[in-house]
């Protein structure tokens, strides 16, 4: 029985082995069973826990989860913002988990990082000359005056945006022009990975259609490979390729963006496409989540989605499950291990 | 179907240090009893005002400059902030907003804050007053009411404090519920619960909602007809299905394709050009002019009212003046 199950995840493992090689695509960066513990008053919170995924060169990989899920903590992790309390970062084979700040120094300019609200991510105070010239001279990529001048106009011209407004203040722009300069300013050190958290989660729809259809074409451009995180469903699914749904600080299900959308094999991840409003009158939700996520500091025995799930059964209760891979695709449930 | 509040050429605006904000300018809306009626617009577009307004509550450098609201056939905005509070507000007419944690007071029990709204609008006793909060939580389905009274706001979740936020407002049996982007805080989950309430509730007692809100599919899930908002004045006031099958409006058709759904592309992604107007110094007759592709020379004018072009189903646009 155990010899046969082996079998089965070897040849599925072989299998996702050979798809990959067919398309070679390149693994950037790599989390394996990273973790993060907060030492809290009422006790540790597990915000990160056992997570593994990679990120593909030239991909688009959504993250997606309810508010507290993890989501933005996992992504600090990654960009070595915040040390993880287990596990291990590899970055093109290289292990970051606990490389020194000088060296990290280096490793910023190739991941940056826009996120949700473009009014606290600029500094007031300062034009949108000087908040883009910082990336600039903290890395050294430009010198003097003038050769910056040309570098943010060159740009903020990409962005859709004038040279005039490089002497405006944050606070003399709209909030769509806004993100722009933040998108500009991640772009500034020419990196291989932008991190965008909730970046259009602040801007009104028609707003969001220009900054998503932006971030297309420049990530086209410059051939960069994103991780985009957003508790938008629907946002997801229309930017990324593989997508990975998070729940209480694990990864539930991660795979082709098709593959989940088509067929979610996590109850969670069906229970939540299913909570979201669609723009069409004729579909309404019909099955609605009951309940609410538990608290991480005091998260249920086994599997920590069974006491919102419909398809609870008794091993559930007791046992976590193990994150399943097979035929390329992966989840964290009982149900998808035993079929 | 009868209106349960009408608004009637209402211009509102607001004193700054840069001059008059022009917040909403000529504003018409019907609102019929024992509907869910959606107000949809992008961010100072003046939706929330329009729904303060309704309950007369105003910042200190509010201009009524015209208008009416009626009400059950009464003008609220003659009506003395006196008047307002003893007559309409929470009796007849009530509000939630999108942050409850802001609408709870956070030292006192849910049990106290429920209780003073009872003991203002119900003569009952305290044994009463407390069979009539229970009933209340329970008719929201917030689990264990009796035990959820000895709670502080910060002991619950956002989707639980909203929940609390409509037993409130309901306890005092309402005509109209003005719901101002009252999911936009909470998760999609906790979010489809709350619709799921809302519409509970409106089927077993009888209410009129005003959704208030900037979120298109939203409106698909609750409301039966659906205004859409620019700049301080209506531009479309449709059956909800009409706004998705046939919008009429320019803004409302670049409004409507611009929202992401299940099958939406980047590349065929409408966006709308420009951006929405300062309300100091708008622009001349119709505000969407400069961002519309119909732009014309009458536009730039006067303002177009709005006509008939369906049964139900009413534009501000001059293209559709001329058919």
């Keep these: ?14 299998a996702v082995l050979q798809a990959e090689n067919q398309e070679k695509p390149e693994i950037i960066l790599q989390a394996e069973n990273v973790g993060k513990v907060f030492p809290g008053k009422e006790g540790d919170v597990r915000a990160v826990d056992s997570v593994d995924l990679e990120l593909r060169a030239g991909e688009i990989f959504g993250l997606v989860g309810e508010s507290g899920c993890g989501k933005s903590t996992l992504s600090r992790l990654l960009l070595r913002l915040l040390d993880c309390s287990s596990g291990r970062i590899t970055y093109h084979g290289e292990d970051i988990t606990s490389l ?9 300019r190739k991941m940056s990082l826009v996120f949700q609200d473009p009014n606290t991510s600029l500094n007031p105070r300062m034009t949108i000359y000087d908040n883009l010239a910082r990336p600039f001279k903290i890395h050294n990529l430009a010198r003097g005056r003038e050769e910056i001048t040309v570098e943010i106009v060159r740009l903020l011209k990409s962005m859709g945006l004038q040279a005039e407004h490089m002497i405006r203040y944050p606070h003399e722009l709209s909030g769509g022009q806004k993100q722009r300069v933040v998108v500009a300013r991640a772009l500034a050190v020419d990196p291989e990975i932008i991190f965008l958290d909730e970046p259009t989660s602040a801007l009104d729809v028609s707003v969001q259609a220009k900054i998503l259809r932006l971030l297309a074409r420049i990530k086209q451009e410059k051939d960069l490979t994103y991780f985009f995180i957003s508790h938008d469903i629907n946002l997801i699914r229309v930017i990324s390729d593989r997508i990975g749904v998070m729940y209480l600080g694990k990864i539930v299900e991660l795979g082709e963006v098709g593959d989940i959308f088509s067929e979610p094999y996590h109850p969670y991840t069906r229970g939540l496409f299913s909570s979201v409003p669609e723009p069409r009158p004729e579909r309404k939700i019909e099955t609605v989540l009951m309940g609410e996520v538990p608290s991480p500091v005091d998260p249920p025995e086994g599997c920590y989605f069974h006491p919102r799930c419909p398809e609870v059964m008794s091993v559930c209760r007791s046992k976590s499950p193990e994150f399943t891979i097979r035929q390329g695709r992966r989840a964290a449930c009982h149900l998808f291990e035993k079929d | 179907m009868a209106a349960i509040l009408t608004i009637k050429d209402l211009y509102l605006s607001f004193a700054t240090e840069e001059g008059e904000l022009e917040a909403i300018n000529g504003l018409n809306l019907q609102i019929n009893q024992g509907t869910i009626h959606g107000l949809i617009g992008e961010t100072g577009c003046g939706k929330s005002v329009t729904g303060r307004t309704i309950l007369g509550l105003f910042d200190s450098n509010t ?11 009464e003008d609220l905005l003659r009506k003395t902030q006196h008047e307002l509070q003893r007559d309409y507000r929470g009796n007849e007419l009530a509000m939630i907003f999108q942050d409850p944690g802001s609408s709870l007071n956070p030292v006192f029990t849910i049990e106290d804050q429920l209780d003073e709204v009872l003991r203002i609008y119900q003569p009952a006793s305290r044994q009463q007053r407390r069979e009539l909060m229970i009933t209340a ?21 956002g989707g639980m404090k909203q929940r609390v936020m409509i037993a409130l407002n309901l306890a005092c049996q309402p005509s109209l ?60 006031n449709v059956p909800m299905e009409g706004l998705f ?4 409006h320019p803004y409302s058709k670049l409004l409507v394709s611009s929202v992401l759904g299940p099958d939406t592309d980047i590349a065929s992604l409408t966006e709308i050009p420009g951006s929405v107007p300062r309300l100091i110094n708008p622009p001349p007759g119709c505000r969407f002019h400069p961002r519309c592709q119909l732009d014309r020379p009458e536009c730039r004018e006067k303002p177009p009212e709005l ?3 369906a049964p139900d189903h009413q534009v501000a646009c001059f293209k559709e003046e001329e058919k």
Excluded at chain 2, 67 to 72: A, F, N, Q, S, V
Excluded at chain 2, 198 to 205: T, V
Excluded at chain 2, 245 to 248: A, L, M, S, Y
Aim: proline share 6%; with cysteine; glycine share 4%.
């Design chain 1, 1 to 14: 029985m155990r010899d046969s199950t082996v079998n089965s995840e070897l040849e599925s493992a072989a």
């Design chain 1, 100 to 108: 020194p700040s000088p060296q990290l120094q280096g490793l910023r």
């Design chain 2, 63 to 73: 201009m009524i400059e015209g208008g009416e609201i009626i009400y059950k056939g």
């Design chain 2, 137 to 157: 939580l329970k008719s929201v389905k917030l689990p264990d009411p009796a035990r959820l009274l000895k709670k502080y706001p910060h002991q619950l979740s």
């Design chain 2, 177 to 236: 519920l003005i719901a101002d982007e009252p999911t936009t805080a909470l998760d999609v989950s906790i979010q489809a619960q709350f619709i799921q309430v809302l519409k509970d509730l409106q089927q077993q007692i009888d209410i009129t909602i005003l959704y208030i809100t900037h979120d298109l599919a939203v409106i698909s899930e609750i409301c039966d007809r659906v205004s859409v908002m620019y700049a301080g004045r209506i531009v479309e």
């Design chain 2, 245 to 248: 099958n046939n919008p009429v």
């Design chain 2, 307 to 309: 006509r008939q072009v």
